[in-house]
């Protein structure tokens, strides 16, 4: 199984504590994952890639950070009402 793999199943699936439906500060909360992936001991199994491709992931991560805090904050107008539909389709 690839890193890709196991990222996409780990967004897809839930099991992450990524919620890539709520939009806001989404990809804040996305590269807060990805820097601090490389801590936790399921990461560093073979099954999820080569050391390389998970060291990438952790600095595309940290480097990524800060525009991704100034993008979601420029699009809180919009991440905020999505958010709220949302939250009022979720069945009681």
Do not use: C, Q
Request: charged share 25%.
């Amino acid at each position: 199984m690839s890193l890709g793999t196991t990222f996409d199943n780990k967004i897809t699936s839930g099991t992450d504590p990524v919620d890539t439906r709520k939009k806001v500060f989404v990809g804040t909360r996305m590269d807060s994952w990805a820097a601090t992936v490389v801590f936790r001991k399921e990461f560093w199994t073979e099954k999820s890639g080569p050391g390389d491709v998970r060291l990438l992931v952790w600095v595309i991560g940290i480097v990524d950070l800060p525009f991704s805090i100034a993008m979601d904050t420029i699009l809180l107008p919009y991440t905020i009402p999505h958010d709220s539909r949302l939250k009022d389709k979720e069945p009681e």
